[in-house]
């Protein structure tokens, strides 16, 4: 069956040193800091726990039920990359095991994002292999349908495109394009630097609704503080 599809080369990717600046620094922190964008939905979860990478992505668009493009695209990755992958509607099946695990690792692939199935996630955790996908399943795959590697690609509603980086940990998965990855790791400093102000406070017993000025918000809502008699009418 031809179905056509492409493999682009050697496509642009972020500059290496902002990559590792935005590894230092949690999903949520770098979605906020780009104003609450670029975050993939809630269904894309890690095998496992504890871990937090950030990479350059490498994107393949397969078939559902198909993983051929991700061994067209297994030779296109190289250190510092991490995987992602779609399909052209949706699917669950297990496009993505140990097998293929392997050979990015020696590869010096960082991990892999599926908006798919994947399998072997006991395998994919006593070998060091980051994952995140939209489901785990047994469920095999045919090599059979063209398909395309290193194009833009939509999971979530969020564009992914080759170069672009990916950060993922136990909150979910964030894309950040190329060419704002080193605006975005200041912006994420900055906040790190202002949320640990405010931990301070709080730890010194400052309340949010002080901090943050919260009390006239209350006020403006119209939101009443009323004491325990004067809600029930206890009393009365």
Known sequence: ????????????????????????????????????????????????????????????????????????????????????????????????????????????????????????????????????????????TVKATGGSVNVPIAIDGQVVRPGDVIVADDDGVVVVPRERAGETAERSAAREAKEAATRAAFLAGQLGLDRYGLRDTLKRLGVEYLSYEEYTGAGS
């Open 1 to 140: 069956m031809s179905t056509g599809g492409v493999i682009v080369t050697n496509p642009p990717k972020a500059d290496a040193r902002d990559v590792e600046a935005l590894s230092a620094f949690g999903v949520a922190t770098v979605g906020e800091a780009m104003g609450r964008t670029g975050l993939l939905g809630p269904s894309i979860r890690p095998v496992q726990q504890g871990v937090r990478v950030a990479g350059t992505a490498v994107t393949v668009l397969s078939w559902p039920g198909d993983n051929l493009m991700i061994h067209a695209a297994v030779e296109q990755c190289g250190e510092g990359d991490i995987l992602v992958v779609t399909t052209t509607s949706p699917c669950v099946d297990g496009l993505f095991g140990e097998l293929f695990a392997t050979a990015l690792q020696q590869r010096g692939v960082r991990g892999v994002v599926l908006n798919t199935g994947i399998r072997d996630t006991q395998e994919l955790r006593d070998m060091g292999f980051a994952a995140w996908s939209r489901a785990v399943s047994s469920q095999g």
